[in-house]
């Protein structure tokens, strides 16, 4: 018997397993803020109250939860064609020049709605670029997708120090960052939404990129489940030998899955870009490149499920925060931890419970794992 | 009736919602060849593993030589002298046979001294069986059927007293699968009980004296071998009347469709697995290639599809050259009429988690009739899905299911129909029963005459010498690499055995 345990309804498989998995998370985390010496549910309560306690609180959540969807969206097209994007950071990063050219020549000729486009241009093929030549190595010469990106992700950083230090700075400046763009290379605010809703914002870098993300995440899923390319990338990913039987050319698809999640990632240095800081610093990334890669796991590269992982992670990191200045024995580093519990759980334990609800499952009620009770099992 | 081996009383198992076994009750005699038959699916490996310990049964007895016992590990199995052959070998490859035979009976930290030991053991065994085989062989470079020795003294190595072999006769060619029960027959005058799960009927008929029949997790039937037929076996297998024999009518060939000349090709190691091959195929006939697994067969499905470069050689389909030393792209190649049913439904010719509608379009899916601009037209889709699983009869009749969810017969079907409904020239088909209930093979086996009758050529690699017999219109058959022959439908067994293992009656003679 390959498989002696029954399906799950897909509910439990996308929301309740997840769910399951992140408590588990949350709880371990509780026992190391216990071993510090703090007391795990006043954290939680500082995290929460941190994260979404107010309307600010809430627009800065929402901010960072923009670049983890477009970088989560990034890992989670790769790896629906079997590949582990882990540049998101180098991309994204390098993206960031991309945004840099469009908004500092153009910044003080068009509004800024057609400066954003401009940028988005700009970001997505830069980032497309980027993943472009690893994903060439990989297609012709077998060079493994995983080394490469990593690899990139320093070169990315190299090269930004450069361009940052002696290109892109401002004659006379001391400070590795380009000019100050001009408001029409600035993205409007979001917070009269949060207001909306009864928030007092008195300031958050929350910006309508978050809107594009939330387009992205459409289209992703248009571009995944609904499109021609989409069937081919999905093909290659669970069978690279059902894609070769089928007339998929391996390498067309991985260049363009490739530079499609580079696209992505690249599209992440619009939020803090043009959205909060309006010049181009170095490591403006911080991580969220890798962030993507638990936000993807997480939400089981579906984009409805990267939306609200990205929420989560953004609520995280803005809880966390609040977390570190309230309680001093906590540093930021407790917000890595959590996450890489998050990640341990939610991606590479995926299954350690899987058993246990499904025998659940299964005595509760047969027809809902989606087998009469009377069928065989396998020889 | 002799005292019993193994009796079992009312055995229980469930996985999940899943009833493997229902109150199974079964009786061996000691020194006796027990067959266990029936479809995939009904439970014959869930109960051998039961007895051998890697399940636990959730009700139900075991006694052993008239003694009740609990088995919970191997380990408790082979202490009371239960072994196992498994279908696929649990062999170290790059070990010696003599160091898999201690493989887990080491006994000490050095080897040296329960080395000696198992050299000596080895030698009775061979001179009371005749399991003749070189101690210090490595394993990869023995035939399989020396494999399958190998794993038949290490039960024995074992004190194994009740030996318990899974399909053990998948992987070799007839007369290695006589010398098998020759050996069997040899163990059971030294009075070692045998149990056989099988499900061809022909084995169970040559070599067992009483055979058990499950069908979906129940024992419906045990017989005497000497007072049954394969009818009726076959009948209590899958629960209604079954046809063994395809009916079929006199091939009308017409021009050739497909043409293969001087093939070569090598693997990804750089082994030559198909050299100097060359046939044709006409429209309105099926040409059967048989030969034990990895011979070269399934390389040269692989070539003429497309999928796998050839080193040299010319194919042409209707006439005109296929590129196969360059670059194929299989797409090409059904634009021009050409199907393909691959061996491995599992890994090629279906991608398992999808949904059934979406495999019902693998490798059309480029087609206009499916498109709409960049996007896959989800309506026509379903519909072209809904009408193949109406036209063969697929269930559960649901496009939105998993592929994964269908059993092996269905998702076989999911693939013919694919494959079929395009209306294609040639039809290149490998192993299209493989893991398929009999009830399913009888359906597949028509729609393979009904393609034939139609005009279309149809090229048909396995290894079951019954399918190729009973089908084909001419038989190839393929050793090393080679065609070593060519006969006609009523070719015998046996003649096709001596030149499946390479042993050409001519040359024999000479």
């Known amino acids: ?379 | 009736m002799a005292e019993a081996a193994i009796e079992l009383v009312g055995i229980n198992k469930s996985f999940g919602a899943v009833h493997a076994n229902r109150d199974i009750h079964l009786s061996i005699p000691k020194g006796t060849i027990h067959g266990i038959i029936g479809e995939n699916g009904a439970g014959k490996s869930t109960l051998m593993s039961i007895l051998y310990g890697f399940y636990e049964a959730d009700s139900g007895d075991i006694n052993v030589n008239g003694r009740k016992v609990a088995i919970r590990t191997p380990n408790d199995a082979i202490s009371f002298g239960i072994g196992m052959v498994h279908q696929h070998f649990m062999l170290v490859e790059n070990f010696t046979v003599l160091e898999n035979i201690i493989l887990g009976a080491e006994g000490e930290a050095l080897l040296n001294r329960s080395i000696a030991k198992a050299r000596s053991e080895l030698h009775r065994l061979e001179r009371d069986y005749g399991l003749e085989v070189d101690p210090d062989a490595i394993i990869e470079e023995l035939p399989v059927g020396l494999q399958q020795r190998v794993e038949i003294l290490k039960a024995l190595y074992r004190g194994a007293d009740i030996l318990i072999l899974d399909e053990p006769t998948g992987v070799l060619t007839p007369a290695e699968a006589d010398h098998l029960f020759r050996i069997l027959r040899q163990l059971k005058d030294e009075g070692k009980t045998v149990v056989l799960i099988t499900h061809k009927l022909r084995e169970i008929m040559a070599v067992t004296d009483n055979v058990s029949v499950m069908r979906q997790g129940q024992m419906v039937a045990t017989r005497k071998t000497s007072e049954t037929t394969v009818e009726e076996l076959a009948e209590l297998m899958v629960g209604r009347r079954v046809l063994l024999r395809v009916e079929k009518g006199e091939a009308k060939p017409g021009e050739v469709k497909l043409s293969v000349r001087d093939l070569m090709v090598k693997d990804s190691r750089g082994v030559t697995m198909v050299e100097g091959v060359s046939f044709d195929v006409r429209a309105g006939e099926i040409v059967g290639i048989a030969g034990v697994a990895g011979n070269g067969q399934s390389e040269l499905l692989e070539t003429v599809s497309g999928i796998r470069k050839a080193v040299s050689g010319t194919v042409m389909l209707d006439g005109k050259p296929i590129d196969v030393s360059g670059v194929t792209d299989p797409g090409d190649l059904r634009d021009r009429g050409l199907a393909h049913v691959p061996e491995d439904r599992h890994h090629v010719g279906l991608v398992l988690p999808f949904e059934e509608s979406e495999n019902a379009i693998l490798g059309y899916h480029d087609e206009p009739q499916f498109l709409r601009g960049p996007f896959l037209d989800r309506g026509k889709v379903v519909a072209a899905a809904s009408d193949q699983i109406a036209k063969y009869d697929i269930r559960p009749p649901n496009p939105h299911l998993k592929t994964a969810n269908f059993s092996g017969g269905n998702q076989q079907k999911i693939v013919l129909a694919r494959e079929m409904e395009q209306d294609p020239g040639v039809l290149i088909v490998g192993q299209p029963t493989r893991g398929v209930d009999v009830g399913a093979i009888e359906f597949i086996h028509k729609r393979l005459i009904a393609m034939r009758d139609m005009g279309k050529a149809v090229l048909l690699v396995s290894v079951e010498l019954d399918e190729i017999r009973s089908l084909s219109d001419r038989i190839l058959v393929m050793f090393d690499g080679r065609i070593v022959g060519e006969r006609g439908p009523d070719a015998t067994e046996g003649e096709l055995g001596l030149l499946m293992a390479g042993v050409d009656r001519k040359e024999a003679a000479e």
């Open chain 1, 1 to 379: 018997m390959s498989t002696p345990y029954a399906k799950l309804p897909a509910w439990a498989d996308y929301g309740l397993i997840p769910l399951i998995n992140l408590c588990v998370a949350f709880l371990v985390a509780g026992l190391v803020v216990l071993l510090v010496g703090e007391n795990p549910l006043r954290a939680a309560g500082l995290m929460i109250e941190g994260a979404f306690g107010r309307g600010q609180y809430i627009g800065y959540t929402l901010y960072y939860a923009t670049s983890f969807m477009f970088t989560g969206l990034a890992v989670a097209v790769a790896f629906h064609c079997g590949l582990f994007n882990i540049g998101g950071e180098g991309q994204a990063y390098i993206g960031g020049l991309g945004v840099a050219i469009a908004c500092l020549t153009f910044d003080s000729i068009f509004p800024w709605w057609i400066n954003f486009p401009l940028a988005i241009l700009g970001a997505a093929a830069i980032g497309a670029f980027w993943a472009f030549i690893p994903a060439i190595l990989q297609a012709k010469r077998g060079s493994h997708i995983v080394i490469t990106t990593i690899m990139f992700n320093f070169i990315a950083a190299s090269t930004m120090v450069y361009l940052l230090v002696d290109v892109l700075k401002p004659l006379g400046s001391m400070a590795p960052q380009t000019r100050t763009f001009l408001p029409d290379a600035h993205l409007p605010k979001l917070n009269w939404v949060i207001e909306l809703f009864g928030g007092t914002v008195r300031s958050s870098p929350f910006n309508i990129s978050f809107l594009l993300a939330l387009l992205m995440a459409f289209l992703v899923w248009v571009l995944i489940w609904r499109t021609k390319l989409g069937y081919e990338i999905r093909t290659q990913g669970h069978s690279p030998k059902a894609a070769r039987y089928a007339g998929i050319s391996e390498a067309k698809i991985i260049i363009i899955t490739m530079m499609i999640s580079g696209a992505l990632a690249g599209m992440m240095a619009l939020n803090p870009i043009m959205g909060d800081q309006h010049r181009v610093q170095i490591d403006f990334v911080t991580g969220a490149g890798f962030v993507g890669i638990a936000v993807a796991l997480m939400g089981r590269s579906h984009p409805a499920g990267i939306v609200p992982a990205a929420i989560l992670f953004g609520a995280l990191y803005q809880g966390g925060a609040n977390l570190a200045f309230e309680m001093p024995n906590i540093s930021r580093d407790m917000i890595v931890i959590i996450q890489g519990l998050v990640i341990l759980f939610a991606g590479a334990l995926e299954h350690m419970l899987r058993p246990q609800v499904q025998a659940l499952f299964a005595s509760f009620s047969p027809r809902s794992v989606g087998l009469p009770a009377a069928k065989t099992g396998g020889a």
